[in-house]
């Protein structure tokens, strides 16, 4: 068990639904991280929050909202999504944003978007 | 800009096999590169991190190396065995200023490791 977990692991939303996504780390890291994994493409960084403040947004659309709210939990907000947006959500923890420590991942959220 | 490339996409072998898998990046001016495992449909695993100023590191039947200035790491594995059968992913940490960290993912090599 890597000490990071995802909950659902699968969701099926419509293009009209709001769902949101959930990760909580017990490994006492200061940094959380989203990712998004496409079929045949690299895992692509989304948000990093270092202790409960967003350092960088990689560019993402609006219809996802990160929040994370303290430094164990990172949720990710889905609004209005497209059928593009289907991919596995990675959720990860490492103890500090400097890339000094490994980054931990959670088993991922299977998105499909109808 | 950064990018990382693995070397073969897909691998089949023998148990038993010794095996290395490739990954090379352009760019080598990093802090780190790690090496994950990924089971299908699932999360990854971090399976060892190699800092630049090192070349190598060890872990069970596993041995990662870096060469930074040509840009090259290798996973050998050693005695492969059906239970290795997944996706691994190499990842670089660039030096950036500003200090925030954000690794680079190669595409993976998926290994199937028949009985």
């Known amino acids: 068990e890597t000490g990071v977990t995802q909950t659902p692991r699968h969701l099926v939303m419509g293009m009209t639904n709001k769902k949101s996504l959930k990760c909580e780390q017990h490994l006492g890291h200061n940094a959380m991280y989203w990712y998004k994994q496409s079929a045949k493409k690299p895992l692509e960084l989304m948000f990093v929050?270092?202790?409960?403040?967003?350092?960088e947004n990689n560019s993402v659309p609006s219809r996802f909202s990160p929040e994370c709210p303290n430094s164990s939990h990172l949720f990710l907000h889905l609004h209005t999504l497209q059928p593009e947006d289907s991919a596995l959500y990675l959720c990860a923890s490492s103890q500090d944003q400097y890339g000094l420590y490994e980054q931990y991942f959670g088993p991922g959220t299977r998105l499909t978007v109808t | 800009k950064q990018e990382v490339t693995q070397i073969p996409a897909a691998l089949s072998v023998p148990e038993g096999e010794n095996l290395v898998l490739n990954c090379s990046f352009t760019d080598s001016a990093i802090y780190n590169l790690q090496w994950f495992r990924q089971d299908p449909g699932k999360g990854l695993t971090s399976l060892l991190l190699i800092q630049s100023s090192q070349r190598e590191q060890t872990s069970g039947r596993l041995n990662a190396s870096l060469d930074k200035s040509s840009g090259r790491s290798t996973l050998y594995i050693a005695a492969s065995q059906p239970g290795d059968s997944a996706t691994y992913l190499c990842?670089?940490?660039?030096?950036?200023?500003?200090?925030?960290?954000?690794?680079?993912f190669g595409k993976g090599t998926k290994l199937t490791v028949n009985p």
């Open positions: 929050y270092s202790l409960e403040e967003r350092v």
């Open positions: 990842a670089v940490r660039p030096l950036t200023q500003g200090g925030s960290e954000k690794l680079v």
